[in-house]
């Protein structure tokens, strides 16, 4: 166990998620692999879980939860189902604002989910979505990770090549702005081309970019990471040119960067994951600014490489040469802006 590095700083941890995958795992013996592989087995993740993680040291105030296809509705229109995560989501946040279980409000802004694609029935899910919320309901995250060698993203690859572009889309994606609504963009590299192009489209629709725009280094990527670093790279510049887009500092504890650190044997320390994270991390700060950043857990996903504990020693390791303002903007301060966050 390693001691907790700064443990007096607020943190808002902007990207969690929350799941019971058990009857799913029964059901679906192919999603059973996918966790078995991508989470060491982590088919439970609630409020108790999270809470123990939160427990563990640094100063955590506050949470967002992110979409993950949990507790839809088993019934009703099949546009409305996904708002059963957000209801789900908003119980969680109204115990955690009960303060019968500490300080830290879990969930004070909620990110969902929606077919943006189906763009005739988007105005009403997103509004379902707000009266659900309690409040909370702060987005919309819809996945636009897809590659060409399946060994890449496996079980996971749900969506086609395109979808940033595709013109239906993108009138889903009109509808988010006049409500007030952020966009979550889960993707990997080679997709973030189509999020320039997205974000210029859409200069005054906040997009926040999850997992550092999920760099490659597995499948027909491996061993090409300095050559894959500079086209990652010359993108995150271009993204950090667009003033809607800011950047969530994390998911490099995921599979998909392919760094010795995942799944090792003993676990890695923070020290090993900061030396791995370093170049994504500071040109990602470079790019966009502190005001524009932020440090995320991603967990129960990333817990494939480290603790939660130790997660946030690496990411504090990254930050000691920012100067006090600067830590307190990519820690809590740009969270609290982007997802309107009102946390003592």
Not at 57 to 85: K, S
Request: charged share 25%.
């Amino acid at each position: 166990m390693e001691d907790i590095i700064e443990p007096d700083l607020p943190i808002i941890d902007p990207h969690h998620h929350l799941w019971d995958l058990r009857p799913v795992l029964q059901l679906r013996p192919r999603t059973a692999v996918l966790f078995e592989e991508l989470l060491r087995g982590v088919p439970l993740y609630l409020f108790d879980e999270l809470r123990s993680d939160l427990a563990s040291g640094h100063n955590i105030r506050a949470t967002v939860f992110l979409e993950c296809h949990a507790m839809y509705r088993g019934e009703g229109p099949e546009w409305l189902r996904c708002v059963g995560e957000t209801e789900f989501v908003n119980g969680v946040a109204a115990m955690s604002a009960s303060g019968l279980y500490g300080s830290t409000r879990v969930c004070a802004g909620i990110v969902g989910s929606c077919d943006l694609r189906q763009h005739q029935s988007v105005r009403e899910t997103l509004e379902a979505h707000i009266a659900a919320g309690g409040g909370r309901f702060r987005g919309i995250r819809q996945g636009a990770a897809w590659d060409g060698d399946p060994t890449v993203l496996g079980a996971i690859g749900r969506v086609g090549e395109g979808l940033f572009l595709d013109s239906d889309f993108r009138k889903g994606f009109a509808q988010l702005e006049p409500l007030g609504l952020t966009f979550d963009a889960w993707l990997l590299q080679p997709q973030l081309p189509e999020l320039v192009d997205l974000a210029r489209a859409f200069p005054e629709t906040q997009i926040v970019l999850d997992h550092v725009g999920a760099p490659l280094g597995i499948g027909v990527y491996e061993g090409r990471r300095e050559e894959l670093f500079a086209d990652w790279r010359n993108f995150i510049r271009e993204l950090g040119r667009c003033e809607n887009v800011c950047v969530k500092l994390g998911g490099l504890a995921m599979p998909f960067p392919g760094f010795a650190s995942y799944k090792s044997q003993p676990p890695a320390s923070s020290q090993q994951l900061a030396r791995e994270w370093k170049p994504y991390i500071e040109t990602c700060i470079e790019a966009f600014g502190p005001a524009r950043a932020m440090f995320e857990s991603n967990f129960p996903v990333d817990s494939g490489s480290c603790s939660y504990a130790v997660l946030w020693n690496a990411l504090k390791r990254l930050a000691q040469g920012c100067s006090r303002d600067e830590k307190a903007a990519l820690f809590a301060g740009t969270a609290a802006r982007i997802y309107r966050l009102d946390v003592p």
